[in-house]
Nanobody
Framework: QARPVESGGGSVQPGGSLKVSCVVF????????IAWSRQVSGKEREGIAT????????????SVKGRFTVSLGRDKEARKTTVYLQMDNLEPNDTADYAC??????????????????????????WGQGTRVTVSS
């Protein structure tokens, strides 16, 4: 299974908004959890959000809660699913490479509380290459 592909990153001023996209390849079943993470060079990857495909339930880390939202696109191709991360009221601390990944999980493991984001690293296909978001004035 191919790694997901992210796009839509760029530069934005503090307080601005940006919407990045993630394309997950393969048939997405209801039990699939799609996660977003971010990573600053030299630091560990930080899991920030998830969406459970089956019921669209979501989880957000406190650092982004109330500012970021996740939504699923209306893909016409059955073997491709687009997931969006809408980022509003961006802060300089949001500057990072944003990546997505997916895994088969229970709903409770995905969005019932903070998930184990490490499972997205260990379960194929893993995280995408990421798209860079820079927040500065």
């Amino acid at each position: 299974q191919a790694r997901p592909v992210e796009s839509g990153g760029g530069s934005v001023q503090p307080g601005g908004s940006l919407k990045v996209s993630c394309v997950v390849f393969g048939v997405v079943l209801g039990s699939r959890c799609i996660a977003w993470s971010r990573q600053v060079s030299g630091k560990e990857r930080e899991g920030i959000a998830t969406v459970y495909y089956g019921d669209r339930s979501t989880y957000f880390d406190d650092s982004v809660k109330g500012r970021f939202t996740v939504s699923l696109g209306r893909d016409k191709e059955a073997r491709k699913t687009t997931v969006y991360l809408q980022m509003d009221n961006l802060e300089p601390n949001d500057t990072a490479d944003y990546a997505c990944a997916s895994a088969l999980t229970l709903q409770s493991e995905c969005s019932g509380g903070r998930p184990d984001f490490g499972m997205f690293t260990t379960r194929p296909p893993g995280w995408g290459q990421g798209t860079r978001v820079t927040v500065s004035s």
